[in-house]
């Protein structure tokens, strides 16, 4: 194992993002930004939650353009495992940081489930990331069967446990996200209790790993977060935050959510 180091983290300010999903049109886009850089008026809160937003890639770059000189920051939903070359489909690392995206997120659990992500994948895009500067938002979570036959923490540490090695050296420059697949999009939340142990499961796990970072890392919680419910998930101790899904897509909920990351009414 590796000795601790001195690192330079961006520590634990609270961070939302948005997670758009395959949403949207340009139409749709325009007003939702024009939405969110509207309502962020209050210089109190940018000093006190880092925002962000993931829109489908396609719209990337009408993002960076609209929010650019905003404090809202960008950055997309995925990343390719591979630095350049014949990728049909793929982006790469370098052109997320060429359209100045601060975060990809990477692993979440529809990319997973659906398009047969691995581990080993997902590692290899969190090399990709950082290698590039683009800071991953490294998604787990255990599906509703696994979480009822006890397999949480088995789950949460392989997943954890695939990513160690890359982000030993990372600096603090990443994000992990908690989400139980079965809260995603269900309108169920973990309860306030239960994003608590899973948070404090992935940090140690990570502490475990050698990530001395870890304890300065943000965790962030996504699954149904709503206005009504973020505040107690994000009063947790190991809760730094939230990936928001479908309230995201209405600027005045995501805003709400983004005041209760930073402790305003
Ligand atoms: P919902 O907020 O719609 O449940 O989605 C969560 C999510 O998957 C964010 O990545």
């Known amino acids: 194992m590796t000795s601790p180091r001195k690192i330079a983290a961006p520590g634990r300010k609270p961070l939302?993002?948005?997670n758009w999903k395959m949403h949207g049109d340009v139409a749709f886009i325009e007003s939702l930004l024009a939405g969110l850089r509207k309502g962020w008026r209050q210089r109190a809160l940018t000093q006190a939650v880092d925002v962000g937003v993931c829109p489908p890639?396609?719209?990337i770059g009408l993002a960076a353009a609209r929010l650019a000189g905003s404090a809202l920051s960008w950055g997309a939903q995925n990343i390719s495992a591979h630095e350049r070359g014949a990728y049909t489909g793929e982006v790469a690392g370098s052109m997320l940081a060429d359209l100045a995206c601060t975060w990809s997120l990477i692993g979440h659990s529809e990319r997973r489930a659906l398009f047969g992500e691995t581990?080993?994948?997902v590692a290899a895009k969190v090399e990709q990331?950082?290698?590039s500067g683009v800071t991953p938002v490294i998604c787990v979570g255990e599906t509703l069967q696994e979480r009822e036959s006890g397999q949480t923490e088995d789950v949460l540490g392989r997943q954890i446990d695939a990513v160690c090695a890359n982000l030993q050296d990372a600096s603090g420059h990443y994000v992990l996200?908690?989400?139980p697949v079965w809260a995603i999009g269900t309108g169920l939340t973990a309860s306030p209790a239960q994003a608590q142990a899973a948070h404090r499961f992935v940090r140690n796990r990570l502490l475990a790993g050698g990530v001395f970072s870890a304890s300065d890392a943000r965790i962030l919680y996504g699954g149904s977060v709503k206005p009504g419910n973020a505040a107690e998930l994000f009063?947790?101790?190991d809760v730094d935050g939230g990936l928001i899904g479908g309230a995201s897509l209405v600027a005045d909920d995501f805003l709400a959510?983004?005041?209760a990351a930073a402790g305003v009414a």
């Open 177 to 179: 996200a908690y989400e």
């Open 129 to 131: 990331a950082l290698a």
């Open 235 to 237: 009063s947790q101790p």
């Open 16 to 18: 939302v993002i948005g």
């Open 57 to 59: 890639s396609p719209y």
């Open 119 to 121: 581990d080993a994948q």
């Open 257 to 259: 959510i983004c005041r």
